[in-house]
């Protein structure tokens, strides 16, 4: 979400005559987009900013100026604190207000030395502020926010105090939106949201929809090839989405689905509200409406008053499961978090123990996942030229890259377009492949879609299920 936003933010400054760079060194402004949901990644915006002073003071020397921002939820969070510690910061504003962006900017213009702070959560949606937005140059790809903020306060999380309630764009709009990245060229759009499967906007008719509706309207969409939806929460899985799953040959089998722990004891204490049971089922429906669905996950380890056994249940559960890839944390104290102020927080070094046991079982699945589609056929979205002469770049249905020799003279017309290959091999995390028709041929992706692909539930002959 990070990634749209800091996007948006470069939208709402084109007017302004401000344009990406590259590198900091000669910038008139940068803008430390931030991530507070762990505190390694809140620590990084000090080391940042004093990485940023030397380029500050040479822009000074050279008689010009370096307007310094931080913003997203470590500005939200710790607003006044960046103002006190980092004295060369000018602009401190949370995620809910850079539309606000033009003003702040010609305040910190007009005085040196005035610092702006906007932490507010407005009464105006941002969404309604913001210019439309722009399609970068030859990108297939976008994402598209539909859902933000959280009303479930699990105990752990700062998102529902750093991003604050749950708030739905309305569903014209999205489409509307959805329409021009698709008339600009985008094939493939990931809806995101802190809970995107808690969508519940407003719909043409004045009723409300869910994410299934939606994502049943955007695959009316001519011309849009994939749809993919993040980050989801088991609790929010509902009939009509896993139906959709099955309907949808847009909709990508490839869902993150964050479980957190396998433990009960742990899911309760985490205010989860669902089982490790509970989803399971979810899974097994999932699979059962779409057999060729991978999944992923977030893992917290270590979380206030995890036991051996506890643990020893997340691993059972990922053995149950078997995961396409994952994301592993070990529980960070956030301040102002009820668990934070749990007292038997775990002591580090058994932290570390459990990641890496727990990194090794998800990372072998993932190798096994990504092994299992050699020899198959899999329709691949090509997104761009490769690092090789005559190489393009595309993507599988489970977001895996796939590298392809295609001659340069062919690259323009087949980006953007869905082929179906035939994986010939992998090395590290890329696959390679070969086009099994003419890349031209005008076969539409839907029909293409129902080629055989890896059934990720059922290991490929020669591949061992992984057991912890
Ligand atoms: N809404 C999603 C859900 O409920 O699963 C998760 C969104 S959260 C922004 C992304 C991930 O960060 C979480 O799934 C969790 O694994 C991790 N996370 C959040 N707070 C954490 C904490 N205090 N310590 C470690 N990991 C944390
Ligand atoms: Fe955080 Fe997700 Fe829980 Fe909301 S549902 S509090 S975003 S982990």
Redesign the pocket.
């Known amino acids: 979400m990070n990634v749209y936003d800091s996007e948006r933010m470069a939208d709402v400054l084109a007017p302004l005559g401000y344009g990406l760079s590259d590198s900091p060194d000669d910038a008139d402004m940068v803008i430390l987009n931030t991530c507070h949901?762990?505190e390694k990644a809140a620590e990084k915006v000090y080391s940042d900013l004093g990485r940023l002073k030397p380029h500050q003071q040479k822009k000074a020397e050279d008689g010009s100026r370096m307007i310094i921002a931080v913003a997203g939820c470590v500005a939200q969070a710790e607003g006044d604190e960046i103002m006190a510690r980092a004295p060369q910061v000018d602009m401190v504003f949370g995620p809910q207000t850079y539309h606000r962006l033009p003003e702040m900017v010609s305040k910190a213009k007009r005085a040196v030395g005035e610092k702006i702070l906007d932490t507010d959560f407005p009464a105006e949606d941002k969404f309604d502020h913001l210019p439309e937005e722009r399609v970068r140059k030859g990108e297939v790809t976008s994402f598209l926010t539909i859902q933000e903020g959280?009303d479930?306060f699990?105990t752990?999380?700062?998102?529902p105090y750093t991003r604050g309630s749950e708030f739905s764009r309305p569903a014209t709009t999205v489409l509307q939106e959805a329409r021009r990245l698709v008339a600009d060229g985008v094939r493939e759009i990931t809806l995101l949201g802190?809970?995107v499967n808690a969508y519940h906007g407003e719909g043409a008719e004045g009723r409300e929809w869910g994410l299934a509706r939606l994502c049943r309207e955007l695959a009316e969409i001519d011309g849009l090839e994939r749809i993919r939806y993040t980050?989801?929460?088991p609790r929010d899985v509902d009939d009509a989405l896993i139906a959709a799953h099955g309907d949808l040959p847009k909709l990508m089998p490839y869902l993150h689905l964050?479980?957190?722990s396998g433990s009960d004891r742990i899911l309760e204490a985490m205010n989860?509200k669902h089982t490790a049971d509970d989803y399971r089922r979810i899974v097994d429906r999932l699979r059962t409406a779409r057999p060729d669905l991978a999944l992923t996950s977030?893992?917290?380890v270590g979380y206030p008053g995890e036991s051996d056994q506890d643990f020893a249940d997340t691993l059972k559960l990922v053995t149950d499961i078997g995961y396409a890839g994952a994301?592993?944390?070990?529980?960070?104290?956030?301040p102002g978090?009820p668990?934070a102020s749990l007292r038997e927080q775990v002591d580090d070094a058994v932290k570390s123990e459990r990641l890496s046991a727990l990194q090794q079982l998800l990372e072998s699945q993932q190798e096994a996942f990504n092994a299992s589609v050699v020899g198959k056929t899999m329709p691949i979205l090509l997104e761009k030229p490769g690092k090789h002469e005559n190489q393009l770049v595309g993507r599988s249905p489970y977001l895996q890259p796939v590298h392809l020799d295609i001659p340069e003279n062919r690259h323009a017309s087949m980006i953007g377009t869905v082929i179906d290959c035939k994986i010939s091999s992998l090395s590290g995390h890329s696959l390679f492949a070969v086009p099994i028709d003419d890349a031209e041929s005008g076969t539409d992706s839907a029909t293409r879609h129902n080629t055989a692909r890896p059934n990720p539930s059922e290991p490929s002959s020669g591949q061992e299920r992984i057991s912890a």
């Open positions: 949901i762990r959280c479930k699990c752990f999380c700062v998102v802190q809970n980050t989801s929460h964050p479980v957190q989860r977030d893992f917290i994301f592993f944390f070990k529980y960070s104290e956030r978090t668990a």
